[in-house]
T-cell receptor
Framework: AQSVAQPEDQVNVAEGNPLTVKCTYS??????LFWYVQYPNRGLQFLLK??????LVKGSYGFEAEFNKSQTSFHLKKPSALVSDSALYFC?????????????FGSGTRLSIRP | GAVVSQHPSRVICKSGTSVKIECRSL??????MFWYRQFPKQSLMLMAT?????????EQGVEKDKFLINHASLTLSTLTVTSAHPEDSSFYIC??????????????FGDGTRLSIL
């Protein structure tokens, strides 16, 4: 079965410092991975995706993610955190066994950036 | 681009009422839309996959007669919570994947509907 795991419920970072939100995946075959962000009482916003190609994927709002096949990880990163980055972040993987190509979400990590 | 409009954003109603939630893709066509439910401080739980012109595909444990889905056009899917009860109170979110570009296109999400049943 396809799945993603986000081992941290919460990540706290000081503004201006680099941030990392961790995600590991378990898939059979090539993984199609996504990161989404959710602000309070809002839907999810797409940040970036990895399908194939360069292991470092750049996305919206200065975020990037590094695909690491040997460690089965897809950690989300940003060189310098902003207070406005505080939100709930979801890693997701495409379900390869779904005809509708639905995606499966991780449990989410709440990112808190302190001024 | 790729905007999904979900309406209403909030509903408060009495037990026994049926509630309809609309999900529209504003600037793209979506053969497939998805309906999720999110409990406080939890991840999204896929309820069903909505397919334009055909029946929805429900996830295991989701009552299709309780949560009626209609996807009559390439830009509109509706979810009707029939005879809602307090346990149906939740945050419902829809998403749509553009028909063009294949199945690896990201889903685009509406802003959700907070349903509160008294």
């Amino acid at each position: 079965a396809q799945s993603v795991a986000q081992p941290e419920d919460q990540v706290n970072v000081a503004e201006g410092n680099p941030l990392t939100v961790k995600c590991t995946y378990s898939v059979s075959g090539n993984p199609y991975l996504f990161w989404y962000v959710q602000y309070p009482n809002r839907g999810l916003q797409f940040l970036l995706k990895y399908i194939t190609g360069d292991n470092l994927v750049k996305g919206s709002y200065g975020f990037e993610a590094e695909f690491n096949k040997s460690q089965t990880s897809f950690h989300l990163k940003k060189p310098s955190a902003l207070v406005s980055d505080s939100a709930l972040y979801f890693c997701a993987v495409r379900d390869l066994y779904s005809s509708a190509s639905k995606i499966i979400f991780g449990s989410g990590t709440r990112l808190s950036i302190r001024p | 681009g790729a905007v999904v409009s979900q309406h209403p954003s909030r509903v408060i109603c009495k037990s026994g009422t049926s509630v309809k939630i609309e999900c529209r893709s504003l600037d793209f066509q979506a053969t497939t839309m998805f309906w999720y439910r999110q409990f406080p401080k939890q991840s999204l739980m896929l309820m069903a996959t909505s397919n334009e012109g055909s029946k929805a595909t429900y996830e295991q444990g989701v009552e299709k007669d309780k949560f009626l889905i209609n996807h009559a056009s390439l830009t509109l899917s509706t979810l009707t919570v029939t005879s809602a009860h307090p346990e149906d109170s939740s945050f419902y979110i829809c998403s749509a994947r553009p028909s063009e570009g294949g199945n690896n296109q990201p889903q685009h999400f509406g802003d959700g509907t907070r349903l509160s049943i008294l």
